[in-house]
């Protein structure tokens, strides 16, 4: 069975930070490209940030350039979406994804940013 799972996420104050991680099985993780999207509540889902299998390649947002880091650790079989200098508009339940064929997603995990 196929699982991406999501972790990380919660309530933080607008400024700070998060890792969200994603860990992937059964499929081979260190070949399949991945990324993060998310959802805000009446909003498109939109993607976040992408990083290639072997990470020489990473690729981002506007909204979330110099803020957002993506990584892949492929002996843990997770990738990661460090988030720094949260604002309220990132604000959504973030989801990950292998890229296909075939794609998955993760069920998801809720981010909310507020005072």
């Known amino acids: 069975q196929v699982q991406l799972v999501e972790s990380g996420g919660g309530l933080v104050q607008p400024g700070g930070s998060l890792r969200l991680s994603c860990a992937a099985s059964?499929?081979?993780?260190?070949?399949?490209?991945m990324s993060w999207y998310r959802q805000a509540p009446g909003k498109e889902r939109e993607m976040v940030a992408g990083i290639s299998n072997t990470a020489g390649r990473t690729t981002y947002t506007d909204s979330v350039k110099g803020r957002f880091t993506i990584s892949r650790d492929n002996a843990k079989n997770t990738v990661y979406l460090q988030m720094n200098s949260l604002k309220p508009e990132d604000t959504a339940v973030y989801y990950c994804r292998r890229g296909g064929p075939p794609v998955y997603w993760g069920q998801g995990t809720q981010v909310t940013v507020s005072t």
């Open positions: 059964g499929f081979t993780f260190s070949t399949s490209p």
